[in-house]
């Protein structure tokens, strides 16, 4: 993963990315304090995955994946977190509005276990450093076509980013399969320079359990031309 070289002083970083996340928590908080006009729907779910392949990257084996999901008409927040069997954790927070055109605004949180979830500091050499990245997101869709593009903010040494990364990909919806590719620099690509790296199809079916029950089954084939490296996992949601 790629680090930028620093531009701000050490404590401005801290207390930049003190006031980024802060300012992400009291919109949480907020988000989940207001009654909208519209009725709420909760949902939450996991998925089990052979390998945890991100972005064309593959982060840990066997995984669990859930997520908890509040949406309120346009408006949803909510978490999502994957334990891998290898002991590899990742735990989200996101925020997003989609608009009836096709476009949707949002940003994430990536957090990464093994530091205090309220802990700021950059300080990379004290053990302590933030893992916390936050990356704004935007995606549009009509008809078939997708494209989505994201921009980390902040920079999170505890989470291999200095900050400045994008990422873009575009994809394109079949009857029972997707296919997509996609293009990225920073913690994205191998070293750091914008690179082609994730190209790949996800093909998803029913498995019938019984007459009247069945568990989504997909499998995904990835591709990323920047490392080098091929994946094909499989995964059922819950």
Excluded: C
């Excluded at 916390?132 to 505890?158: Q, R």
Aim: glycine share 12%; aromatic share 14%.
């Amino acid at each position: 993963m790629n680090k930028m070289t620093h531009i701000l002083p050490k404590n401005e970083r801290s207390k930049n990315a003190s006031k980024m996340i802060t300012a992400v928590l009291l919109l949480l908080i907020t988000a989940m304090s207001v009654r909208p006009v519209q009725a709420q729907e909760i949902s939450t779910g996991a998925d089990f995955v052979s390998t945890y392949v991100w972005r064309g990257v593959a982060y840990a084996g066997p995984s669990i994946q859930p997520f908890v999901d509040i949406t309120a008409g346009n408006f949803s927040i909510g978490g999502w977190g994957s334990q891998g069997y290898d002991g590899f954790q990742e735990m989200d927070l996101y925020l997003s509005y989609s608009f009836d055109f096709g476009l949707s605004l949002g940003i994430t949180d990536y957090y990464y276990p093994g530091t205090p979830w309220l802990s700021f500091s950059e300080d990379a050499d004290a053990g302590d450093a933030s893992s916390h990245a936050l990356e704004l997101n935007a995606g549009y869709g009509t008809g078939a076509f997708s494209l989505s593009a994201n921009y980390i903010f902040n920079e999170a040494s505890g989470a291999g980013s200095a900050g400045g990364d994008t990422y873009f990909e575009l994809g394109y919806a079949l009857s029972g399969a997707d296919l997509f590719i996609g293009a990225g620099d920073g913690w994205h690509s191998s070293d750091g320079e914008f690179a082609l790296v994730n190209l790949g199809v996800t093909v998803s079916k029913e498995l019938k359990i019984t007459e009247t029950f069945s568990v989504p089954l997909f499998g995904t084939m990835v591709l990323n031309p920047d490392s080098e490296q091929f994946y094909l996992l499989a995964g059922v949601s819950f």
